[in-house]
């Protein structure tokens, strides 16, 4: 039996309402004494990492093969599979199958939903890749290819906007190269990722004190690292020997700033998803989960063992406790089951399958259900975060939401070409792409560019005023530089283009 | 052979120089440590780190450090923020190329159950104690050295120097006026003591 996530449904304006009412908002205090410290207005990036190819012809591009000369041998999908939510410009794909290519796994997928609740805020943009090595263009996605001196949109962020956060720029995914780092060296050592292999444990290593059983009063172990730092350390042989050592000198400063913002910010606790229980035992240690904990693991029911949904709990207190102003996340390479799913003699029940193996990229066995399962995965995860976001002031009457830009970063597409009127086919790797972008603060309702029907390869459109233009392709770049822009991130001397089109205001 | 008279006063500058730059032994060691001109350090992994507590400290070390009371603080609670790889689940093959924010926290975590522990093993058994050995009467000097040379010895695998004695000395002497010279007082005092000297740099790093 699948374990469907719910979604929040309380109205946004009646948890305003109750936020107003005076539920504690750490995150919003923060907000409001940085804008009176004359810094600028918050901004979040998600970048959420479809890895193995998310494409775009199989989603919000779909071309239905009525409307290609070349429709049973390209991947144009059935008519009646192709729907067009309210009429607007985004496609979507409705698709349940009984298979995933060999594996008996019944699914039922859907992408319509997300468009219906979010067309206003999404902004499908093409573009065309320079490489189809894995590693080499999830990087070039979140670098523009080295747009920008080669810093990540990520790292561009946390620059811009991460000042007073503890740790501005969170990497939840594992196993991508979404969170490699920049190649622009000159940047604080604060703007780079900090990697969280493990959200649901991870909480635990953000205090040295709190819920070790044993240990003496508080005040008694800070006078010990006082010692430490102040005393043993300095006057050690060892520290003087290697006083030049990178690695000391940073491990030195991270004992300083870095670690009282952290403990202090009481993070243990505001990001705990995990409640009280015989796997988490929080109570006997002293610990307590996040105070919004019950309204996260409503949303991400499954964060006990789908590794999307624990990274998805946890980018949303990230963003709301104030402490991270970009996070990355996404389905990892694992394939992920339901609880208790097993291959019996009948195979899979519906449903149970939550992630392929090697996510997106398991096309290359099973193109369209791999495309429409993981896609579907992908909304889903994206459509609760984004409630989530919307549920929370952050000041003035805006939401979180209201400042945020999430990017479904993507490596390419994939091939075009099936056999003639096959359903259930293997695809390859393709530069040729578009790449989904959600914000309202990116230009919504608008899809960029356009797709050939008789070639389903997409083709671009002009910066400024977003006419389609069938002789151009986007590059990287732009891409970048559109986000970025969109993000209201100032870009001295860059050098990067004017992606007017792609911003909601001038 | 003669020597020229050049170089015999050369050679006799230098042994001179030699010499005076070579104070005696005693001296020497309360000295500065010289600068490494290749200061290259690396650092000791989570595992590495409680294989090496679990065996000079004598606590099993499946047992050393469990968050919890569950995950292992090396293998799954902290795996990856201290240094581990974990190549088949999440297809991380090299450790963080810096530590992490979240690195020195979590080792200061470690470092302090792990002392726990062992305190909490050598209260409960005080014939097989390691480190918290209470004093016969009153804590003195004389206890506050052998319970620093057991630290040195067990923590840092050295002999404390005499300036270390001094300075956990002060530090022990500044504890006991706030823990009180009882014998939970005097377990404090170890365990904060074992806590500073296994989180030190020189104790995280090789």
């Known amino acids: 039996m699948t374990e469907r996530a719910s979604t929040p449904n309380a109205s946004r304006r009646g948890v305003l309402a109750g936020m107003a009412a005076g539920l504690a908002a750490p995150g919003a205090a923060r907000a409001a004494a940085r804008r009176k410290g004359g810094g600028p207005e918050p901004r979040f990036l998600i970048v959420l990492g479809g890895s193995g190819g998310c494409s775009i012809v199989d989603s919000f591009m779909a071309v239905r093969e009525s409307e290609s000369r070349n429709g049973k041998i390209l991947n144009a999908w059935p008519d009646s599979l192709v729907q067009s939510p309210g009429n607007g410009p985004f496609r979507a794909i409705d698709f349940s199958s009984k298979t995933i290519g060999a594996i008996p796994a019944p699914f039922t997928a859907n992408q319509s939903e997300f468009v219906k609740r979010h067309s206003q805020d999404m902004m499908v943009v093409t573009y065309t890749g320079t490489s189809v090595n894995h590693g080499v263009a999830e990087h070039r996605s979140v670098t523009g290819n080295a747009a920008w001196r080669g810093r990540t949109l990520q790292e561009a962020t946390a620059l811009a906007y991460g000042a007073g956060r503890a740790i501005p720029n969170v990497h939840l995914i594992n196993g991508t190269a979404f969170t490699d780092r920049g190649t622009d060296d000159s940047l604080p050592s604060s703007a780079y990722g900090e990697r969280v292999p493990a959200p649901n444990l991870w909480p635990l290593s953000l205090d040295g004190y709190r819920g070790v059983k044993g240990a003496p009063d508080r005040k008694l172990f800070e006078a010990a690292r006082s010692f430490r730092d102040g005393t043993l350390d300095p006057q050690s042989d060892f520290a003087r020997t290697f006083a030049a050592s990178d690695r000391l000198k940073r491990w030195f400063e991270l004992r300083g700033a870095p670690l009282r913002d952290i403990e202090g910010g009481d993070l243990i606790t505001q990001l705990m998803v995990h409640p009280d229980s015989e796997d988490m035992p929080l109570k006997a240690f002293g610990l307590k989960s996040s105070p919004l904990a019950k309204k996260v693991r409503e949303a991400f029911p499954a964060y006990g063992f789908d590794p999307i949904e624990s990274q998805a709990a946890l980018a949303f207190l990230l963003i709301r406790c104030g402490v991270a102003s970009t996070v990355t996340l996404g389905p990892e390479n694992s394939a992920v089951f339901n609880k208790g799913a097993a291959l019996g003699r009948g195979g899979l029940s519906a449903g149970d399958m939550r992630n392929t193996p090697i996510a997106f990229d398991f096309s290359h066995q099973a193109h369209r259900e791999v495309q429409s399962l993981m896609w579907s995965r992908v909304l889903s995860v994206a459509d609760r975060l984004i409630t989530l976001l919307k549920s929370e002031e952050l000041a003035d009457g805006k939401s979180y939401w209201d400042h945020s830009l999430l990017y479904v970063a993507t490596e390419f597409g994939r091939s075009r070409n099936r056999p003639a009127g096959a359903m259930t086919f293997g695809s390859g790797h393709d530069l040729n792409n578009g790449a989904l972008i959600v914000s309202p603060l990116a230009n919504g309702g608008k899809v960029l560019g356009g797709v050939d029907p008789d070639t389903l390869m997409t083709y671009g459109f002009d910066p400024l005023t977003g006419r389609p233009d069938p002789g151009r392709n986007m590059t990287e770049a732009e891409v970048f530089s559109g986000i970025i822009q969109a993000l209201g991130i100032e870009t001295p001397g860059a050098g990067l283009p004017d992606m007017r089109i792609m911003r909601r205001k001038a | ?206």
């Open chain 2, 1 to 206: 052979m003669r020597i020229p008279a050049p170089i015999a006063l050369a050679l006799t500058a230098i042994l001179s120089l030699s010499a005076l730059a070579l104070p005696p032994t005693a001296a020497r060691a309360q000295e500065a440590a010289p600068a490494s001109p290749d200061p290259r350090v690396k650092f000791k992994d989570g595992e590495r780190y409680l294989r090496d507590l679990a065996e000079s400290l004598e606590i099993p070390r499946k047992e050393i450090c469990l968050e919890l009371s569950r995950y292992d603080c090396a293998d799954k609670a902290f795996r990856i923020v201290l240094g581990g790889v974990d190549p088949y689940e999440i297809r991380i093959m090299q450790p963080l190329d810096q530590a992490s924010l979240a690195s020195p926290i979590a080792f200061d975590r470690v470092a302090l159950q792990v002392c726990s522990n062992r305190v909490a093993r050598d209260k409960a058994d005080p014939a097989t104690a390691v480190l918290f050995k209470p004093a016969a009467g009153r804590p003195d000097a004389a206890w506050r050295e052998a319970l620093t040379d057991r630290l040195y010895d067990r923590i840092l695998r050295r002999g404390a120097d005499a300036a270390e004695r001094q300075r956990m000395a002060g530090f022990l002497e500044g504890l006991e006026a706030r823990t009180g010279r009882s014998p939970k007082g005097q377990a404090d005092q170890t365990l904060l003591a074992c806590f500073a000297l296994a989180s030190s740099a020189e104790a995280a790093f090789y």
